[in-house]
């Protein structure tokens, strides 16, 4: 069965400090996975994916994740965090063979000003 | 940029009532999909859609929930008969036919069973 696993409920870093959001995950089949992230009110807003090819995924508003076969983590990353990064980041893989996206729990990232 | 919208934003409803979410996906999409999020908890998948028919469904998905594309745009859940568990906010999602069938969302709607 396919999982996803977010160690950490929330995540504090200062801004201008790099972060990490962690994501491990379980699929039996070939992995697709991805990053969301929800704004208060807001929908799920994609940030970026791993499906093949090089282990660092660049996505939209300078995130970055890194795909490790061995460790099966996909950690969210920023060099530089933003007060405006503050919101709630969903690590989701989907396997290759099924529509459906299996969502971790969630971490809520607060960026301190 | 084209994006999936959902209506109403918000719905409130006795319990034992039946309610209609609607979305409209993304116009070029093929492929749809229901997830729920109960207030605190993991966004959950509900169904996914394909070529006028349900292509998988999860064990949520029992007989009170149904969907329908009623025409060429609208992507409907219906609850016939809700509960105080059933509220949660609703997101559907669509998505293209490439290899990685990239999921896009909407805003979702907030429904609260009363």
């Known amino acids: 069965a396919q999982s996803v696993a977010q160690p950490e409920d929330q995540v504090n870093v200062a801004e201008g400090n790099p972060l990490t959001v962690k994501c491990t995950y379980s699929?039996?089949?070939?992995?697709?996975l991805f990053w969301y992230v929800q704004y208060p009110n807001r929908g799920l807003q994609f940030l970026l994916k791993?499906?093949?090819?090089?282990?660092l995924v660049k996505g939209s508003y300078g995130f970055e994740a890194e795909f490790n076969k061995s460790q099966t983590s996909f950690h969210l990353k920023k060099p530089s965090a933003l007060v405006s990064d503050s919101a709630l980041y969903f690590c989701?893989?989907?396997?290759?063979?099924?529509?459906?996206?299996?969502f971790g729990k969630g971490t809520r990232l607060h960026i301190l000003p | 940029e084209p994006e999936v919208t959902q209506t109403p934003s918000h719905q409130v409803t006795q319990m034992g009532q039946e309610v209609i979410l609607r979305c409209v996906p993304i116009?070029?999409?093929?492929?749809f999909y229901w997830y729920r999020q109960i207030l605190g908890q993991k966004v959950e998948f509900l169904v996914s859609?394909?070529?006028?028919?349900?292509?998988?469904k999860s064990e949520i998905f029992d007989d009170q929930f149904s969907v329908e594309r009623p025409d060429g745009s609208n992507f409907t859940l219906k609850i016939r008969s809700t509960k105080l568990e059933d509220s949660a906010m609703y997101f559907c999602?669509?998505?293209?036919?490439?290899?990685?069938?990239?999921?896009?969302f909407g805003p979702g709607t907030r429904l609260t069973v009363t």
């Open positions: 999602a669509s998505s293209g036919t490439g290899i990685t069938k990239e999921q896009y």
């Open positions: 699929v039996s089949g070939n992995p697709y």
């Open positions: 791993y499906i093949t090819g090089d282990n």
């Open positions: 989701a893989v989907r396997d290759g063979r099924d529509d459906k996206i299996i």
């Open positions: 116009s070029n999409h093929l492929y």
């Open positions: 859609f394909y070529n006028n028919e349900i292509s998988e």
